[in-house]
């Protein structure tokens, strides 16, 4: 992982050389440290555990494993890696897959290389970031299945752990879909501070990133709130 201050450690997944090399050139000539590329879903997986970036730009439609099987690995390996797809398919089936395996954003290969680099920072910070419309597809998706009952009964409300009022308070405007820098804004706190309220709700919620904040929060009705 890069130390605080060092440049973002980026990896970048495709299966057409001429786009890959393409896109970790514009990363690299814009300050992030690229710590490797892949051709292939096998060799992601291998890839990322031995360099752990803090950023994965990944391709959906890769040989040897698809996309979304790389994400859910090598989440499962590192819950801190955060996963922006960038795939040429907007199809409503495939992003809700992607995210469901632990990708925080999703963008569209039609996107200019501004939009990919500011999608790549936003990122590596935890913000969700998806091409204009597929955020509201994730959380309408998100709100219809908290509306469905739960497969078993869940663990007694006393078992839950317990929030700060600050921390509560972040996580409802977490699930209103405000960014951190957002957020910071609206409590007069810093953007570390927001971070910090967050990684502690996330460890406190066993929760492994803000996707699945926000789908905590929206079960609990927090973003009607």
């Not at 996580?171 to 309220?197: D, M, P």
Request: net charge negative; glycine share 8%; proline share 5%.
């Amino acid at each position: 992982m890069s130390d605080v201050n060092g440049p973002i450690r980026v990896m970048v997944v495709d299966d057409h050389p001429m786009w890959r090399d393409a896109v970790a050139r514009d990363l690299a000539e814009s300050g992030f440290d690229v710590v490797a590329t892949a051709g292939d879903g096998e060799q992601a997986v291998r890839r990322a555990r031995a360099t752990e970036p803090d950023v994965l730009v990944l391709d959906l439609n890769l040989p040897a494993k698809p996309g979304v099987q790389v994400c859910k690995e090598v989440v499962a390996a590192n819950p801190a890696l955060r996963v922006l797809v960038l795939s040429a398919s907007g199809e409503h089936a495939d992003v809700l897959e992607a995210v469901k395996s632990g990708a925080t954003g999703y963008l569209l290969k039609s996107a200019s290389t501004e939009e990919l680099l500011d999608a790549v920072r936003r990122t590596s910070v935890g913000d969700p970031v998806f091409t204009p419309g597929l955020a509201g597809l994730v959380l309408g998706e998100y709100r219809r299945l908290a509306s469905e009952p739960a497969p078993a009964a869940g663990a007694d409300e006393s078992d839950t752990p317990r929030l700060t009022d600050r921390e509560t308070e972040v996580l409802r405007l977490v699930a209103k879909g405000l960014s951190y820098k957002q957020i910071a804004e609206r409590l007069v706190i810093s953007h570390r501070t927001v971070q910090n309220h967050v990684q502690n709700t996330l460890g406190k919620l066993q929760l492994h990133n803000r996707v699945e904040l926000v789908r905590y929060a929206i079960e609990r009705g927090l973003d009607d709130e």
